[in-house]
């Protein structure tokens, strides 16, 4: 009971969530998917086995270290941390029943830059909620830009090593993902710099500067989240929107 006492509770709730999420994926079992036609293909499940699993472990430390001092206990950062933990929910249910329809791009990338912004300004905040908005779209614009460029190289890749315009091995599952991953690393240094640049004249505790740090993380995570689980492993993660 001292150890409990002595915790914060939103991360293990987030460990009990996670355990429970784990346990709803296995009881949904594997489905055949594209990369299973030329093999390779792990399975449906091993994306959000790994991110529950992620997930957990992230919980865990969290748990352990984060301590609750006093500022914690007299009751005004448990507010702030109630609304991080309602918001954690609702966008994760979100999250699950939107993924079919919206597609994974759009919306993992709307999930990362809510918490993460939400949790960089320690609570929910009605007057972050207009630039939440733009940061949601702007990141997705640039996000959808980067992976577009991204898809089109794959796919000079594939298809011209298939016709001899050049050496066969650079359109292998690992070449593709290599030189992919080089080009979106690059276009994605080329917008940190940009975006340091543009938020420069603006104060170091301005929210803009949350939002960037934000929005760069969650397209980021995206962009190698994708990149890792469909052109390195063949999982047919869902297109939604984003068909292309």
């Not at 979100?94 to 919306?107: K, P, Q, S």
């Not at 929210?207 to 397209?219: K, N």
Request: aromatic share 12%; charged share 15%; hydrophobic share 50%.
């Amino acid at each position: 009971m001292s150890l409990l006492k002595n915790r914060k509770p939103l991360p293990l709730a987030f460990m009990i969530l996670s355990v429970l999420y784990f346990i709803y994926v296995v009881s949904l079992g594997s489905s055949r998917m594209i990369g299973d036609e030329i093999g390779g293909d792990p399975g449906g499940m091993l994306l959000p086995l790994v991110l529950s699993i992620f997930m957990f472990i992230a919980s865990t430390i969290l748990f352990i270290t984060d301590r609750a001092d006093d500022a914690y206990r007299s009751g005004g950062v448990q507010k702030s941390q109630r609304g991080l933990f309602i918001l954690t929910i609702v966008v994760s249910v979100l999250y699950v029943a939107l993924m079919r329809h919206v597609g994974f791009i759009v919306t993992t990338n709307t999930l990362l830059v809510t918490l993460t912004f939400a949790y960089m300004r320690e609570g929910v905040k009605r007057e972050d909620l207009a630039l939440w908005g733009g940061g949601v779209v702007g990141s997705l614009a640039l996000l959808i830009a980067i992976y577009t460029i991204g898809r089109r190289v794959t796919r000079y890749l594939l298809l011209a090593s298939r016709q001899g315009v050049i050496p066969k091995f650079l359109g292998s599952n690992g070449m593709t993902f290599g030189i992919t991953l080089v080009l979106v690393g690059i276009l994605f240094a080329l917008v940190y710099i940009a975006g340091k640049k543009l938020f420069s004249r603006y104060e170091t505790t301005a929210p803009i500067h949350s939002l960037f740090q934000a929005g760069f993380i969650a397209m980021v995570s995206t962009e190698l989240l994708y990149l890792i689980f469909r052109q390195l492993f063949l999982v047919e993660l869902v297109r939604g929107l984003i068909s292309w």
